[in-house]
């Protein structure tokens, strides 16, 4: 299996599964269809199939042009989510197949949108499994919750996806990570491992390379959003449970300028 990320947009990613042995692919978010069948053929791959993790436009909006392109192809999506150009609806716990050896799995990650699907996928021959996760899990941040609850992106973040071998690489939907984890570390600032994983991913984006995948085994040490099981992440903002401690990192982010935050108790 060949993961082959193909930037979009302004700071977007669409994705290419490509099985090698068949050069069958399946084409994740293609929002730009131009640009992920050109990186196709230039892989000698053919694209067989479409996976979207949620309805937003910058995620599903090039399902009907790839469709014009890619005359007859299928377009899966969440039955809960109303995907535009979708031909195929998916539940949490549908499994498809990229020939024999990959298998895919929809996993219902609902909060940033109702009918959010996240993809695992494996393969037989022994490699580390990937979980496309679209925007409900960043590399050191989550969605924000347009369409869902607390509750829900702690079941879809911790339960679901965190219940993933921590060897799984994590494929998310946008170019974050650099200020994802300056934004980590005010919450966290003697955490090594955040400031690590800053130091790497500065200089990839000044390199021009994209910061993914993650693993969930790293994101449980440098994504805050994750680690919200910790009595000390829980005793930081005087939450008195996980779900409560998730709420309010979201609401310290969604009015994050993007300096140092200063908050204490009282606030939240």
Excluded at 119 to 132: L, M, N, R
Excluded at 254 to 268: E, Q
């Amino acid at each position: 299996m060949k993961i082959i990320p193909v930037p979009c947009l302004e700071d977007n990613y669409a994705y290419l599964i490509v099985n090698e042995s068949t050069k069958k692919a399946a084409a994740v978010d293609p929002v730009e269809p131009e640009k992920v069948l050109k990186a196709a053929s230039e892989a000698g791959a053919e694209v067989d199939f479409v996976l979207t993790t949620h309805h937003h436009w910058d995620h599903a909006g090039g399902n009907e042009k790839m469709r014009e392109q890619v005359p007859g192809i299928k377009v899966f999506g969440g039955s809960l989510d109303n995907v535009k150009g979708c031909t195929d609806q998916v539940e949490n716990g549908t499994k498809l197949s990229l020939g024999n050896d990959i298998e895919i799995l929809c996993l219902h990650t609902p909060c940033h949108t109702k009918g959010h699907i996240s993809y695992y996928v494996t393969i037989k021959e022994g490699e580390d499994p990937a979980v496309f996760t679209g925007d409900t899990l960043f590399i050191a941040g989550c969605g924000r919750f347009f369409e869902g609850t607390a509750e829900q992106m702690y079941q879809s973040l911790i339960v679901t996806l965190g219940s993933l071998p921590k060897s799984t690489q994590v494929y998310c939907g946008h170019e974050y990570t650099v200020k994802s984890l300056k934004f980590m570390l005010t919450l966290e600032p003697e955490n090594e491992k955040m400031k690590q994983k800053l130091e790497w991913a500065e200089k990839q984006r000044e390199a021009n390379q994209p910061t993914v995948p993650s693993t969930i085994g790293d994101e449980f040490e440098i994504n805050t959003f994750m680690r919200v099981d910790l009595p000390e992440i829980q005793a930081k903002f005087g939450a008195k449970s996980p779900v409560e401690a998730l709420r309010e990192v979201r609401k310290i982010k969604d009015n994050w300028k993007g300096g140092n935050v200063i908050y204490c108790r009282a606030m939240l």
